[in-house]
């Protein structure tokens, strides 16, 4: 069952923050981050493990609540480069890595 | 740093054709996966492989499709008879273990065109 991304879009001018959350109705193992840009292969953000951790890549960082089987990607001070759609995927028990249907970030100047 | 090579990047075939298309995953690692990803949806899994064999497949994954790893380095997707349907871009990662702390890594895709 593949978890629900929201917002499904967003617009941001450069140095504005969003967050990005992804939830789940199963029990998570893991979450995993990705970015896509058009016409490119998904690039690895992160992974976060249960237990509740959280994670920074630069201005970029996540938080995993396994109890309420949620994560949220924070995107802090966006650049231009931050411009594409988001997926997260989930693993859980004997399931492999399912995605989201992703949210399109567009950051104008 | 080492990566996920796929080739052909773009396959335009007549539908009702075969298509096989390849993957090179990293060479440590010990886990690929084939995705598709039509225009503007989201990421969708296919399939996933160890020790030769078949360890998860979608709904999607049906008997038009195989997967084989023929050498030590290749991976590769067969679409026996392809439908106008098939037309998405396919991505192949690969992963070097499975523990959850493990990411995937994915190729750069191949898009494949049913005419």
């Known amino acids: 069952q593949q978890p629900v991304q929201s917002p499904q879009a967003v617009i941001l001018r450069e140095g504005e923050d969003a967050v990005i959350n992804c939830s789940s109705s199963k029990a998570l193992y893991s979450v995993h981050w990705y970015r896509q840009k058009h016409g490119e292969a998904p690039v690895f953000l992160m992974i976060?493990?249960?237990?509740?951790e959280q994670k920074g890549h630069e201005k970029i960082s996540a938080s995993f609540n396994e109890k309420k089987q949620q994560s949220s990607l924070y995107l802090t001070a966006s650049q231009l480069s931050y411009s594409g759609t988001y997926f997260c995927?989930?693993?859980?028990?004997?399931?492999?890595?399912?995605f989201g249907k992703g949210t399109r970030l567009s950051v104008i100047a | 740093e080492p990566e996920v090579t796929q080739t052909p990047s773009h396959q335009v075939t007549q539908m009702g054709q075969e298509v096989i298309l390849r993957c090179v995953p990293i060479?440590?690692?010990?886990?690929f996966y084939w995705y598709r990803q039509i225009l503007g949806q989201k990421v969708e899994f296919l399939v996933s492989f160890y020790n030769n064999e078949i360890s998860e497949k979608s709904e999607i994954f049906d008997d038009q499709f195989s997967v084989e790893r023929p050498d030590g380095s290749n991976f590769t997707l067969k679409i026996r008879s392809t439908k106008l349907e098939d037309s998405a871009m396919y991505f192949c990662?690969?992963?070097?273990?499975?523990?959850?702390?493990?990411?995937?890594?994915f190729g750069d895709g191949t898009r494949l065109s049913i005419l």
């Open positions: 990662a690969s992963r070097r273990g499975q523990a959850n702390n493990q990411p995937q890594h």
């Open positions: 976060l493990l249960k237990g509740g």
């Open positions: 060479s440590n690692h010990l886990y």
């Open positions: 995927g989930t693993e859980s028990l004997n399931t492999p890595l399912v």
